[in-house]
């Protein structure tokens, strides 16, 4: 059994940047792809990034060049660091895991909300 709990939100002012966390409890993190969604009011959960077992990212394009997803296999965390903010970066932001050779996320955080002030 796979659970996430994502911690860093919080209310930030545009421009300004921000770092949130997901601490991966279970065995096998190295067999999973960990994302990063967001859900803001209204809208639909979009993947913001994600980062396979060896690193590769993918990104968003709304964030793109502004944010950067990382991962530490040896203390299974998860990482998104988010520069330049702005106001429609606003929502609750979850982390997801979904094993290499699924292409479901299986296993989601409870979220945490992002607000950006402008």
């Known amino acids: 059994q796979v659970e996430l709990s994502e911690s860093g939100g919080g209310l930030v002012q545009a421009g300004d940047s921000l770092s949130l966390s997901c601490l991966y409890y279970?065995?096998?993190?190295?067999?999973?792809?960990m994302g990063w969604f967001r859900q803001a009011p209204g809208k639909q959960r979009e993947l913001v990034a994600a980062?396979?077992?060896?690193?590769?990212?993918q990104y968003a394009d709304s964030v793109k060049g502004r944010s950067t997803i990382t991962r530490d296999n040896a203390n299974y965390m998860v990482y998104l660091r988010m520069n330049s903010l702005k106001p429609e970066d606003t929502a609750v932001y979850y982390c997801?895991?979904?094993?290499?050779?699924?292409?479901?996320?299986?296993?989601w955080g409870q979220g945490t909300q992002v607000t950006v002030s402008s």
């Open positions: 997801a895991a979904r094993d290499l050779a699924r292409g479901e996320y299986d296993y």
């Open positions: 980062i396979t077992p060896g690193s590769s990212t």
């Open positions: 279970g065995s096998t993190f190295s067999r999973y792809v």
